[in-house]
C-alpha cells in the first residue's frame, strides 16, 4: 500500500525560503520508472503543478517557476524534498506530494497515489 | 489564468450523462496523448479517474470515460450518482518536461 504525507512549516514570511518534506512508504524511489512530484492548490483555486524526481535523480520543473525551485530525494530514508525561494503571498497553498503512475510495464505523467495535503501560508 | 480551458460549472441529474470539456493547443492537449482527468471532493486529495485519454486506474467506475477530439479532451460521467459531486480537474503533458492543467469543472448533482 502507497502512502504519503507532507511536512514543513505551515507560515512562512515573504522573501523566506519553503522546505517541504515528502515522506513515503509502500515503494522505493530506486525502482525503474518511479517518481514523485508536487502539485500545489492556492485556496479556493486550480491545481499547479511544480516538480517531479525520478528514480534516476532526473528532475523536471514547471517552467515558470523553475528558477526558485529544488527538488531532492532521500532514499534511505523514503523522502522527497523540496525547496521554493523567494516565497510570495501569492504562494499561499496547499502543496501535495504525489506518486506517479506507472501501470502495465509503462509509466506516465501522472499521479496515482497523493499525500492528504499540507497549507503553507505566506504572510508577513 | 490556468493553461488549459474548463467550463466553471457542469450539472446534471441522477442517472444522467454529463460531459466537461478540456480546450488547450496543438501543443499540449492536441499534441499529447497524456491527457488526464482528475477528481477532488472538498477538503480531499485528487484521485485520478482517467489518464492516456481514456484509460482508467484501477478502480474507477466505467461510468467514467474520457475521450480526444483535436485540442479538446472531454469527461463524461454516465448514470450520474450523488457521490460524482467534485471538482474535476484535466491535465496534459505540454512537452519539453511540462505539466499543465486546467482551471476545473465544479459538477452538481441536481
Known amino acids: 500500500q502507497i502512502t504519503l504525507k507532507e511536512s514543513g512549516p505551515t507560515l512562512v514570511k515573504p522573501t523566506q525560503t519553503l522546505t517541504l518534506t515528502c515522506t513515503f512508504s509502500?515503494?522505493?524511489?530506486?525502482?525503474?520508472?518511479?517518481?514523485v512530484g508536487w502539485i500545489r492548490q492556492p485556496p479556493g483555486k486550480a491545481l499547479e503543478w511544480l516538480a517531479l524526481?525520478?528514480?534516476?535523480?532526473?528532475?523536471q520543473y514547471s517552467p515558470s517557476l523553475k528558477s526558485r525551485l529544488t527538488i531532492t530525494k532521500d532514499t534511505s530514508k523514503n523522502q522527497v524534498v523540496l525547496k521554493m525561494t523567494n516565497m510570495d503571498p501569492v504562494d499561499t497553498a496547499t502543496y501535495y506530494c504525489?506518486?506517479?503512475?506507472?501501470?502495465?510495464?509503462?509509466?506516465?505523467?501522472?499521479?496515482?497515489?497523493w499525500g492528504q495535503g499540507t497549507l503553507v501560508t505566506v504572510s508577513s | 489564468q490556468s493553461a488549459l480551458t474548463q467550463p466553471p460549472s457542469a450539472s446534471g441529474s441522477p442517472g444522467q450523462s454529463v460531459t466537461i470539456s478540456c480546450t488547450g493547443t496543438?501543443?499540449?492537449?492536441?499534441?499529447?496523448?497524456?491527457v488526464s482527468w482528475y477528481q477532488q471532493h472538498p477538503g480531499k486529495a485528487p484521485k485520478l479517474m482517467i489518464f492516456?485519454?481514456?484509460k482508467r486506474p484501477s478502480g474507477v467506475p466505467d461510468r467514467f470515460s474520457g475521450s480526444k477530439s483535436g485540442n479538446t479532451a472531454s469527461l463524461t460521467v454516465s448514470g450520474l450518482q450523488a457521490e460524482d459531486e467534485a471538482d474535476y480537474y484535466c491535465?496534459?503533458?505540454?512537452?519539453?518536461?511540462?505539466?499543465?492543467f486546467g482551471g476545473g469543472t465544479k459538477l452538481t448533482v441536481l
Open positions: 491535465s496534459s503533458y505540454a512537452g519539453s518536461n511540462n505539466l499543465l
Open positions: 524526481i525520478y528514480w534516476r535523480n532526473d528532475k
Open positions: 496543438r501543443s499540449d492537449v492536441g499534441g499529447s496523448d497524456f
Open positions: 509502500g515503494f522505493s524511489l530506486t525502482g525503474s520508472g518511479e517518481g
Open positions: 504525489a506518486h506517479r503512475l506507472c501501470t502495465g510495464g509503462s509509466c506516465y505523467p501522472d499521479f496515482d497515489y
Open positions: 492516456e485519454v481514456s
